[in-house]
C-alpha cells in the first residue's frame, strides 16, 4: 500500500471525452486527488470543480503521476516533460503503445509487470475488447493459424474523440450504420497484433473491421476464430470461466451474448461464445462489448493506476 492518504494526479486533456471521463472516476476515489487538469481550447473550463489549464502549464512537480488523454502525436511531448518531472505517467493515446519503453496496460494480462512501472501505455478500446477475447483460446492452442481471425466491430460516436468533425454530425450518424477503415487499414491493429502475439503466442492472421454506430458509448465486437478442434457450448464457456476466474472486471456470460447494456458506464468486458453450426471446420463465435470510454480508455487506466500505487484494484470503479 502506498504511504500516502490521497495520491495527486495530473489529467493531461481532461476536456475531451476520455478526459471528462477520467475526472469523473477520479471525483469518486478513494484514494486519488487531482492535482491539475488541462484543456487547450477549453482552458479556463471548469470540470469537476478543477479550472482547466493549458498543458503547457502544468504543474508536473505536483504529481505523482500523470494520465494523458491528449490526442496521439501530441501526447508523448508531454508524458516525456511529466517524466522528467519525475512523475510516474500512463498515457491514454497510441504514443507508446508499440514502444519498449512502456509496459502495456492490459491489466488482466500484464498485471505482474505494472507495479514498478515508471511508464504503461494503456491499450486502445478495440484492442482491449478482442485481447481479452481471444487470449484465452490462443494461450491454449485453440486457434487454427492457418485461418483468419475475422473481427467486426462497432463503436459509439464517442470513440472518435470530442474534436468537431461533419461525418460525426447528429445529421450524418444517426439511423445510418457503416463500415470504416475496411480492408486491415485501422491502426489499432499493429497493436492488437502485437498483444496477441506477445500475450497468446498466436501470430496468424487478423481482418479488422471497424464500424460506427450511432450511438454514444460502447463498442461491441463479433469475433469470428478458427479453431483447432470442436469445442461444444459448455467446454467454450467453461475455458473462459476458468481463465478470468477472480477477475472482477471480466464478465463471462453462461448461455447469453453480451450487449451494450451489459457493459456502459461500467469498467467492464463481458464475453459470451457460440459454437458455429453447420460449418465443415470447427468455428467459434465469440461476443465481447466494452464501454470505449471507461474499460476501454479511462476506467482501465484507473484500474492500471491503482496496480502502479499498490491500491485496491478497482478502487474508484464499478465493473
Ligand atoms: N474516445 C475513445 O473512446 C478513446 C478510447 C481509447 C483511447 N482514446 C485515446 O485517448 C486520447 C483522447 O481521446 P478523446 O476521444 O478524449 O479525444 P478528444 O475528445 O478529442 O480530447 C482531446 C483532449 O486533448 C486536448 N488537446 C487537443 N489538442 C491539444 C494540443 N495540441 N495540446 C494540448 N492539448 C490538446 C483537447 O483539449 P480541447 O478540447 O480543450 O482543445 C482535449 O482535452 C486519444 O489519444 C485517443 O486516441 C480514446
Known amino acids: 500500500m502506498n504511504n500516502h492518504t490521497s495520491v495527486p494526479v495530473g489529467v493531461l486533456g481532461a476536456s475531451g471525452y ?26 479556463g473550463e471548469w470540470i469537476e470543480g478543477r479550472r482547466l489549464i493549458r498543458a503547457d502549464d502544468a504543474p508536473f512537480a505536483e504529481a505523482e503521476i500523470v494520465l494523458s488523454a491528449l490526442p496521439h502525436g501530441v501526447s508523448a511531448r508531454y508524458v516525456h516533460e511529466a517524466r522528467a518531472g519525475g512523475s510516474r505517467a500512463i498515457d491514454l493515446s497510441a504514443d507508446f503503445r508499440l514502444s519498449p519503453d512502456a509496459v502495456y496496460g492490459l491489466t488482466e494480462f500484464t498485471r505482474p509487470r505494472l507495479s514498478d512501472a515508471e511508464l504503461v501505455a494503456n491499450p486502445g478500446c478495440y484492442p482491449t475488447a478482442a485481447l481479452l477475447a481471444l487470449i484465452p483460446l490462443a494461450r491454449l492452442g485453440l486457434i487454427d493459424a492457418s485461418r483468419e481471425i475475422i473481427v467486426d466491430a462497432a463503436s459509439g460516436v464517442t470513440g472518435a474523440g470530442r474534436n ?49 454506430l450511432p450511438v ?5 465486437e463479433t469475433i469470428h476464430v478458427p479453431l483447432t478442434r470442436v469445442l461444444d457450448q459448455a467446454t467454450a464457456e467453461g475455458l473462459y470461466a476458468a481463465t478470468y476466474d477472480g477477475e472482477p472486471c471480466i464478465h463471462v456470460m453462461h448461455g447469453a451474448l453480451p ?24 468455428r467459434l463465435t465469440v461476443i465481447a462489448a466494452i464501454d470505449n470510454l471507461v474499460k476501454g480508455a479511462a476506467g482501465q487506466a484507473i484500474q492500471n493506476m491503482n496496480v502502479m500505487l499498490g491500491l485496491p484494484e478497482t478502487a474508484g470503479l464499478v465493473c
Open 164 to 212: 468537431p468533425k461533419r461525418e460525426l454530425l447528429f445529421g450524418e450518424v444517426s439511423e445510418d450504420f457503416r463500415a470504416y477503415a475496411a480492408g486491415n487499414t485501422h491502426r489499432h491493429l499493429a497493436e492488437l497484433r502485437q498483444s496477441l502475439s506477445r500475450e497468446g503466442g498466436f501470430t496468424g492472421d487478423l481482418v479488422f473491421t471497424p464500424h460506427l
Open 18 to 43: 476520455v478526459g471528462q471521463e477520467l475526472m469523473r472516476l477520479l471525483a469518486g476515489h478513494p484514494g486519488a486527488t487531482v492535482a491539475f487538469a488541462t484543456a487547450e481550447s477549453a482552458a
Open 259 to 282: 450487449s451494450l447494456k451489459d457493459v456502459v458506464y461500467r469498467n467492464r468486458v463481458a464475453l459470451g461464445v457460440v459454437p458455429v453450426a453447420d460449418v465443415r471446420r470447427p
Open 216 to 220: 454514444k458509448r460502447g463498442i461491441l
